[in-house]
């Protein structure tokens, strides 16, 4: 396989009787829609329902924050679920039950019900990030697969920047208990679409011979490939002193910038809807509208970091400059979150939230840092290290901001999410500090 992708590497891509990976990579984009759109209908619907049924804003937090408990925990069992069943039945499996969660929201009458139903959500959701990166690995090759992975993470932005004002509209028109039908009645259906049509490239009935040909050739992973890889790699002890290793000053740096980039996120991704209708008081479907002009802003700087990151290094800036100036610039730019807190004019607050979320966007190129930082024999170990941290603030965040608005008073909130977000800036100044990053070419 390496002579041949060596082989093929500088030549002109031949023309293909098919193209079926695109067709896959629109599955997997629109997957993701629904994936955040589960994951935020709730805090659409919170305002509303929260009267309803009675919450507080600390149970409101609590609601939050129940999908990172359980999502968190289920990485590595769903991981081990997925090397099991293949994409096709693991996505299938989930995205049908967690829709299926999705309608019962409708029917809750209590806080316990409504938590019960969002770690479920949470159980289901936890295999989806990895089964996506699953299938772009079997179905493109290496060449290709970076800018397959740009565009579905790009899918949570445009995604939720498309569908929020529709799920504002739907809620206005049929209330919180419908949009939680609708949208789980989508994601049944669509578990369907996924089933019937996806299927690993050698199993495939639409794919042509040669695109088969061209994608294994520039290095995409077959299923045998998989298991020999799988069973030669060598395990990584877990002892005293690799744990050690885990946890050195370094390596503590990016998890705590993990844990801040992340905390922004789960900020707009949860609590916002509610700070536009209860602390701003702006009407509900222009809500709707104004929210989805942050999501755009943070696509915006998803692109943007890629793109200034690649100029710098072409310059002669370190790559450790480069990589990281995106990501401290980021972190600072969401200190400006809080000049919200200073207006009551529904455009200079969407303007504040938009920098904000586009610094967030700008700051996400973070990965390469546990590729650099970490023993190779302990990649995988602090790649999990370094993801549970972004997940614990999807726990952490939304708890705090529910103490925190308990008064009725969201200032404190943005103080304290711009506060986390100077931290993981000052731990990638002084903490991480200056760091020889592998060359982009040699991975």
Request: hydrophobic share 50%.
């Amino acid at each position: 396989m390496k002579e041949t992708k060596e082989a093929t590497a500088g030549k002109t891509k031949p023309k293909l009787s098919t193209h079926i990976r695109y067709v896959v990579l629109a599955l997997i984009f629109v997957n993701i829609i629904i994936n955040y759109m589960d994951r935020t209908n709730v805090s659409i619907a919170m305002p509303e329902m929260a009267k309803d049924i009675g919450l507080s804003t600390v149970q409101q937090g609590l609601i939050f924050s129940a999908f990172g408990w359980i999502y968190a925990a289920m990485q590595i069992p769903g991981g081990i679920l997925l090397d099991k069943l293949g994409s096709r039945i693991t996505y299938t499996i989930s995205l049908f039950f967690w829709s299926v969660i999705t309608v019962f929201q409708s029917m809750v009458g209590n806080f316990g019900q409504l938590l019960g139903l969002r770690l479920g959500i949470g159980f289901f959701e936890a295999p989806v990030m990895p089964a996506n990166n699953r299938a772009v690995s079997y179905w493109f090759p290496d060449d290709e697969r970076g800018t397959a992975i740009g565009i579905y993470s790009s899918a949570q932005f445009l995604g939720l920047a498309f569908s929020t004002p529709i799920l504002f509209a739907i809620h206005k028109s049929i209330g919180w208990q419908g949009l939680f039908i609708v949208t789980g009645i989508i994601g049944i259906i669509w578990s369907i679409v996924w089933f019937v049509i996806y299927h690993d490239p050698q199993k495939s009935r639409w794919i042509g011979a040669d695109e088969l040909e061209y994608i294994q050739a520039g290095g995409a992973i077959t299923e045998e490939e998989f298991i020999k890889e799988k069973n030669q790699q060598p395990k990584a002890k877990l002892t005293w002193g690799n744990v050690k290793q885990l946890f050195n000053r370094r390596l503590m740096g990016i998890y705590i910038g993990q844990f801040a980039i992340s905390g922004t996120f789960w900020f707009f991704l949860t609590w916002f809807p509610t700070y536009l209708t209860e602390a701003k008081h702006i009407n509900f479907l222009q809500s709707g509208m104004l929210s989805s002009i942050p999501y755009l802003s943070a696509f915006a700087g998803v692109i943007l970091a890629g793109y200034v990151s690649d100029r710098l290094l072409k310059g002669k800036h370190s790559e450790s400059f480069a990589r990281k100036l995106p990501v401290i610039t980021g972190l600072l730019l969401t200190l400006l979150i809080m000049g919200a807190n200073f207006t009551t004019n529904p455009v200079l607050i969407i303007m504040f939230m938009s920098i904000a979320f586009f610094g967030n966007g700008l700051a996400t190129i973070t990965w390469v840092f546990v590729t650099a930082l970490a023993p190779k024999e302990l990649i995988g170990l602090a790649g999990g290290m370094f993801n549970f941290c972004g997940a614990l603030s999807s726990i952490v965040v939304p708890i705090v901001i529910g103490f925190l608005v308990a008064n009725g008073n969201f200032s404190s909130a943005l103080v304290f999410i711009a506060f986390i977000a100077l931290l993981g800036a000052l731990s990638y100044i002084f903490i991480v500090g200056k760091i020889d990053l592998p060359k982009t070419n040699e991975h």
